[in-house]
């Protein structure tokens, strides 16, 4: 593994992270559940081939994921970095900092998080609910106690407003933003977050699986062929000596040995193919016609529907021309016998609820009335 400097912080970061939002899961009557017989032997393998940062949150994997994760990395717990979030839609006064973030210490059974993030942090919460409920305070505190190590946020706005944020936080450390070969929209700010110190973590590096899908685009764009799906996207996002680490929401082992190979070889991508990656991609852009990562903040739909499945069959239609797999993906959606399915794109009522919360921004109830006139043929 391959370790970087992680801002000012003085710690050495590996440049791959583990994301904790996809860990393995199951449902059972009704409820569900982290799959742990997988999901703990895939966290402590990625400590062992090198991997020292872990990032959950609240909300992950059904509210699940800092269980699991703190029984994971309790036995190393000293050997690793942890991050966690404070989710800012459940924050409505300045009391409850300290209340969610002392119940995320229970939940991972630790005494200290090193690196606290604001949750999906833009303008409106910044300015409304950090600075206005005098969170940062509260954070001093924390810090001051020990309790968390670093304070951070991940971001959800336009790029500009992280220079916004990191002017009027002034005691952040890190930042967690979006950044991929088809999102390159905060690439400039990430730059700017370097050069003030901080450290950045980059989510969503295989664009929400969108690169990590069946495809000759490693070929297309370097002449190269790819040992593994995920590999372009990697090397592409560990090109840009800006970023300390990449997530990856890595839910098999197999993926966790993939990635920490690409993640320990001395320079991911030279910056001749990182530059001809970019250039070359400009020239399909046709791939961000719908910017779904996946994350799945719009779930659930009051009517049932499964919108990143929706999604995802229209990614493997129009952007890989996998048309086959996309229509088999679409018809298990709208089939009545399959339990797993859900409700018809036709059930939506146009309650903009899932709009609401996609940091994204994307206008879901027309997409997905557009991309079930895409499938009308099935």
Known sequence: MQYRDFGKTGLKISQLGYGCMRLPEFEKDGQWYI???????????????????FDTAVMYCHNNSQYTVGRALKPIRDKVLLSTKLPMGDVHCRDDFRR???????????PYIDFYHFHALNKKSFDEKVMGFSLMDEAR????????????????????????IIERGEIFSSILLQYNLLDRGNEEYMAYAHEQ??????????????????????????GKESKATPEL???????????????????TM???????????????????????????????????????????????????????????????????GLVDHAKNLYRKIK?????????????????????????????????????????SDC
């Open 254 to 320: 197999q993926m966790v040995e993939e990635n920490t190979a690409i993640a320990s070889e001395d320079e991911p991508m030279s910056r001749e193919d990182w530059e001809k990656a970019g250039a070359m991609m400009e020239e399909i852009r046709k791939f961000s016609d719908l910017y779904c990562t996946g994350c799945s903040y719009c779930m659930p739909c009051p009517k049932g529907i499964k919108i990143p499945d929706v999604f995802t069959a229209h990614t493997y239609r129009s952007v890989y």
């Open 100 to 110: 969610i973030l002392e119940q995320s210490l229970e939940r991972l059974d630790t």
């Open 335 to 375: 089939d009545p016998a399959n339990e797993r399915a859900g409700s018809p794109v036709t059930a939506c009522v146009n309650c903009g609820a899932c709009a609401k919360k996609c940091p994204q921004f994307i206008d879901i109830p027309k997409k997905l009335r557009e991309v079930d006139e895409e499938f």
């Open 141 to 164: 505190r924390a810090l001051d106690e020990g309790i968390i190590k670093h304070i951070s946020f991940s971001f959800h706005d336009k790029p500009e407003v992280i220079k916004h």
């Open 197 to 222: 110190g901080l450290g950045v973590v980059v989510m969503g590096p295989v664009a929400g699986g969108r690169l990590a899908a069946p495809s000759d685009l490693y070929r297309k764009l370097l």
């Open 233 to 251: 996207a990697l090397r592409f996002v560990l090109g840009n000596p800006n970023v300390s680490c990449a997530l990856s929401g890595m839910g």
């Open 35 to 53: 799959d742990e017989e997988k999901a703990i032997p895939m966290l402590r393998r990625a400590y062992e081939l090198g991997v020292n940062y």
